[in-house]
């Protein structure tokens, strides 16, 4: 974790940059996830959305690679000697394209129009993205209120660094979304449903 100055003539400028960008992401998961969409098109069977699930899945698996490692970048970033808006604004950039992503994804899957076990599978996929954009949305949350009241963040955390001293949580830690289970067991019953 970063550590930086709670005085604002020491606060390391380039923070604001890092407070910018984490409002602007924060600013479009609420909407994004929340947003109705109303299923259009084609009705899909249940075998195409089965195999498109896969293509989605190693879309996912690689997208959470490259936003860990991106993420870790920041980190980097903000602890290198060259640091400036410049490459904080590279660093968030990077990490908001991951953001916009997912939640392009996130209303592509809401908006398919599948049969009834199509239809259980496309609401795992979604439930799968909607679980990442939640980490993302507490991650950014703990950023934002650490950088808009570091005395906050610290009672909140029970932390004491040092006097006047404040670790910015810029690491993040995805876990498997329970709903992986879910989608292997429903993918079952389609390859059965399939053989009879």
């Excluded at 084609?42 to 899945?57: L, P, Y």
């Excluded at 670790?167 to 993040?172: S, Y």
């Amino acid at each position: 974790m970063l550590k930086f100055i709670l005085e604002e003539p020491e606060r390391p400028p380039i923070l604001d940059e890092v407070l910018t960008h984490a409002e602007t992401m924060l600013a479009k998961i609420e909407p994004g996830m929340e947003r109705q969409v109303r299923p259009a098109g084609q009705r899909q069977a249940a075998d195409w959305m089965m195999f498109e699930s896969a293509a989605i899945m190693t879309v996912y698996v690689e997208c959470v690679q490259s936003l860990s490692y991106d993420i870790g970048d920041l980190n980097f970033v903000l602890y290198g000697t060259e640091q400036g808006e410049d490459s904080v604004a590279t660093a968030m950039g990077r990490i908001e394209r991951h953001v916009d992503a997912v939640l392009w994804r996130h209303g592509k899957l809401k908006a398919l129009r599948c049969d009834p076990l199509g239809t259980e599978g496309r609401d795992i996929l979604v439930a799968i993205h909607g679980h990442l954009l939640g980490e993302l949305r507490a991650w950014l949350e703990s950023i934002i209120s650490t950088l808009r009241d570091p005395i906050a963040a610290l009672e909140k955390r029970g932390e004491i660094v040092a006097p006047g001293v404040v670790k910015l949580p810029i690491q993040a830690s995805f876990v498997t979304p329970p709903q992986f289970d879910d989608l292997e067991d429903w993918a079952e019953r389609c390859r059965g449903a399939r053989n009879q």
